[in-house]
C-alpha cells in the first residue's frame, strides 16, 4: 500500500537526518492525493455551521432541534499530558476519537478505552509529536483496532515518536495529514481543521488544531498551539463560537490569547495538568482570564477524569473529583511549582546516596536538568522534547551537542540514565 510505503519512508529519513530541522513533512500531497479512500469522507456541505443563528446552551432546552444521540467527550486524567475520546453512535453503528494519547511515561489510555468498551477506533489525532500527546500511541494502535491516524507532519527525534510511526505503519491504519480549511464528517460529528496551514517545524506551535460539532454543540482543541497560531485561526476563520473549548498547552500563558478567548466565547473551559507539576500549569494568568471571564473552568489536575454528554442541544459535565481551581492557591508558579515536584519526587524515590546526586534525564524537571553542563534553557526545552534517552551519550540527539559536550557532561557524573 501507497501509504505504508511513505511512511516508512518518513521514518527512514527520521533515522538518517536524526537531528536536522525539519521544514517539510515527507508525506507530500502527492501521497495524500493517491492513498486509499479515508475512513474519514470529506464534507460537501461547508456553510452548515453558522454560529450566528446558534442558540446560547440556556435557550437549548426549548429549541424545535431534533436531539442526536448521546455524545460523550471524555477529558482522561492522564496526568501532565492529553488524551481525549470521542464516543457517540448513529443508526446502530458506535464510533469512537481518540484526540491525543497521553505521555511516554504512563499507561493509562488503553485501560481506560477498554473500560468503555472500546474496540474499535474510526481516528485518533494526534495533535503534535510531544512525548505528552503522542506518548501511548504504540500501545493504543497495536491493541486497538484503528481505522486512521492524523499527525501534523512534523518530526521529532525521541524513541517514542519512532516507535508511534512504526506501529502506526504495522497496524495498517490510514493516514492523512490535516491542514487549515479541511472539513470532515463520521456520522453526526462534523470537523472544521484549523490549523496549521502549513509546517515548519515547530511541533508546538502547529498543533493539529480542530472545531468539533455536534448538531448546536461545539468544542475546540488546539493542542500546544501558542498565541500566534491562535491569531492565525482567529484571522482565518468566519467563525470559531464553541460551548466549551480544550485550553491550549495545559492552561500554559504561551496560550489562551484573550482575544481568541473572547471570540470563542465559550461556556466552559477545560484543561488537561498534571497534580504539582513542574511547569506550573495552568498558569495563573489563564485561570483568572477564564474566571474572570464567567466561564466555567475545569481541570483534570483537580477534577480527575471529566465528561461532558450532549445530545447536540443541550450539554451536561461530569466529574469524578470534587475541588475548586484557585488562581492564588491550587496553581503555581513554574519556580514554586518545581521546588514542590523535586521535593515530592525526591521522598518517593528515596534514592541512594549515589543516585541522591544523579539528574535523571528522563524524569527530571526543566530546572533540574539545567544543572548539567551544557544545558542552558533553550537545551533542556530540546532534552525534554526528545525524551527518552537510552543512555546519557543519546543526548547527542540534542543539538549542539557533539562528542566533546558529551565528554563534559559524563566527567561531570551528574546526569543519568534510570
Not at 484503528?146 to 516507535?163: A, C, D, K, P
Not at 479541511?182 to 502547529?206: D, H, W
Not at 460539532?213 to 500566534?228: K, V
Amino acid at each position: 500500500m501507497k501509504k505504508k510505503y511513505v511512511l516508512i519512508l518518513l521514518l527512514s529519513i527520521f533515522l538518517v537526518a536524526c537531528g536536522e530541522e525539519v521544514y517539510e513533512s515527507p508525506l507530500s500531497e502527492t501521497f495524500i492525493e493517491e492513498q486509499e479512500e479515508s475512513v474519514v469522507p470529506e464534507r460537501e456541505d461547508t456553510d452548515s455551521n453558522n454560529k450566528e443563528e446558534k442558540q446560547t446552551s440556556e435557550d437549548k432546552g426549548d429549541a424545535e432541534e431534533t436531539a442526536l444521540n448521546e455524545l460523550r467527550v471524555h477529558f482522561i486524567d492522564v496526568g501532565q499530558a492529553d488524551a481525549t475520546l470521542f464516543q457517540y453512535d448513529d443508526a446502530e453503528k458506535q464510533y469512537n476519537i481518540l484526540y491525543d494519547t497521553g505521555d511516554w511515561t504512563g499507561e493509562e489510555v488503553v485501560p481506560y478505552l477498554k473500560s468503555q468498551g472500546v474496540s474499535h477506533l474510526d481516528l485518533i489525532i494526534v495533535s503534535h509529536p510531544d512525548a505528552d500527546h503522542i506518548g501511548q500511541l504504540e500501545d493504543v494502535v497495536t491493541t486497538i483496532d484503528t481505522g486512521e491516524v492524523w499527525l501534523s507532519g512534523n518530526v521529532n527525534s525521541s524513541q517514542t515518536f519512532q516507535n508511534a510511526v512504526a506501529a502506526v505503519i504495522e497496524s495498517g491504519a490510514d493516514y492523512h495529514e490535516p491542514r487549515t480549511g479541511e472539513e470532515f464528517a463520521i456520522g453526526p460529528l462534523k470537523m472544521k481543521v484549523l490549523y496549521p496551514n502549513r509546517i515548519t517545524g515547530k511541533t508546538n506551535e502547529e498543533s493539529i488544531s480542530i472545531l468539533f460539532t455536534y448538531g448546536e454543540i461545539d468544542f475546540i482543541f488546539t493542542g500546544d498551539a501558542d498565541r500566534e497560531a491562535e491569531r492565525y485561526m482567529l484571522n482565518h476563520s468566519d467563525n470559531i463560537e464553541a460551548e466549551v473549548i480544550q485550553l491550549g498547552h495545559h492552561g500554559s500563558n504561551t496560550s489562551s490569547d484573550p482575544k481568541f478567548i473572547e471570540a470563542i466565547n465559550p461556556e466552559v473551559a477545560i484543561y488537561s495538568a498534571g497534580t504539582n507539576n513542574s511547569y506550573g500549569h495552568p498558569s495563573p494568568e489563564v485561570v483568572s482570564l477564564i474566571q474572570n471571564s464567567g466561564i466555567g473552568l475545569y481541570g483534570t489536575d483537580i477534577h480527575g477524569t471529566i465528561v461532558v454528554t450532549t445530545n447536540g442541544i443541550n450539554y451536561e459535565i461530569e466529574t469524578n473529583k470534587e475541588g475548586t481551581i484557585n488562581p492564588d492557591s491550587e496553581s503555581t508558579t513554574e519556580e514554586s511549582a518545581a521546588s514542590e515536584d523535586a521535593a515530592v519526587a525526591e521522598e518517593e524515590a528515596k534514592p541512594s546516596q549515589d543516585e541522591s546526586s544523579c539528574v535523571n534525564i528522563n524524569h527530571a524537571s526543566t530546572e533540574e536538568v539545567q544543572e548539567i553542563i551544557h544545558i542552558g534553557p533553550e537545551r533542556a526545552q530540546d532534552l525534554i522534547s526528545l525524551r527518552p534517552f537510552l543512555s546519557v551519550d543519546d543526548l547527542e540527539r540534542i543539538s549542539g551537542i557533539g562528542p566533546a559536550r558529551i565528554a563534559d557532561i559524563k566527567a561531570q557524573g551528574l546526569a543519568c540514565v534510570q
